[in-house]
């Protein structure tokens, strides 16, 4: 069975940094596009980043470029997300997801992506 599961959020003040992490289990994490999403109460669910199969490369949505990085550890077949300079807007609760569309490539808009996680809590207050 294909599963990804989320961990790392919690409450930080602005400013701050956390570092979310997608496990997977069921199939190898370097095979597919995994992409991070983000989704705050009453809005839409959108792409935040994204890391191609094989060659992983890297991609961002404008809105976090410079202070996000994702990150692919093979050996522990795991993604991380590393956000720093957290801030208010930034709050949401953050997904993983597997696609298996996507060869070398990546896309930030859900509909390319098969196999979520159950998401983690990101809440950047004072």
């Known amino acids: 069975q294909l599963q990804l599961v989320e961990s790392g959020g919690g409450l930080v003040q602005p400013g701050g940094s956390l570092r979310l992490s997608c496990a997977a289990s069921g199939f190898s994490l370097d095979l597919y596009a995994i992409g991070w999403f983000r989704q705050a109460p009453g809005k839409e669910r959108e792409g935040v980043s994204c890391?191609?199969?094989?060659?992983?490369?890297?991609y961002y949505a404008d809105s976090v470029k410079g202070r996000f990085t994702v990150s692919r550890d093979n050996a522990k077949n795991t993604v991380y997300l590393q956000m720093n300079r957290l801030k208010p807007e930034d709050t949401a609760v953050y997904y993983c997801?597997?696609?298996?569309?996507?060869?070398?490539?990546?896309?930030?808009?859900?509909?390319?992506?098969?196999?979520w996680g159950q998401g983690t809590q990101v809440t950047v207050s004072s």
């Open positions: 997801a597997a696609s298996v569309l996507l060869f070398r490539s990546c896309d930030l808009r859900p509909s390319f992506f098969n196999v």
């Open positions: 890391i191609s199969s094989s060659d992983g490369n890297t």
